[in-house]
Nanobody, 121 residues
């Protein structure tokens, strides 16, 4: 059974950097990808970044230019490099397993437990 394990969250000052990791354990279907989402208190889950099945990194407009996504395939790990963070980046960051079309938001079938990022001003 596949499992996603996030790590790297914590407290960071505005303008600083944070790197999140998501390890995919178990068998991962080759049609699936792993994507990053986030959720702040009282809000819905928001798409952040993914690498589609063609290996192309994609980030949401809200974090474009500040966040980058990368992967280490042998380690089955997806990274989210967060730079110049802002208080509005505060939230629980989740990785999700699913289908990542090239131009639309990924459709997630399984979620990790999440890792909390708190940005202070």
């Amino acid at each position: 059974q596949e499992r996603l394990v996030e790590s790297g969250g914590g407290s960071v000052q505005a303008g600083g950097s944070q790197r999140l990791s998501c390890v995919a354990e178990g068998y991962i279907h080759p049609n699936y990808c792993v994507a990053w989402f986030r959720q702040s208190t009282g809000e819905g889950r928001e798409y952040v970044a993914a690498i589609d099945r063609q290996g192309r990194p994609r980030v949401a407009d809200s974090v474009n230019g500040r966040f980058t996504v990368s992967e280490d395939k042998p380690k089955k790990t997806l990274y989210l490099e967060m730079n110049d963070v802002k208080p509005e980046d505060t939230g629980m960051y989740y990785c999700g397993l699913g289908i990542c079309p090239p131009t639309t938001i990924p459709s997630i079938v399984k979620w990790g437990q999440g890792t909390q990022v708190t940005v202070s001003s």
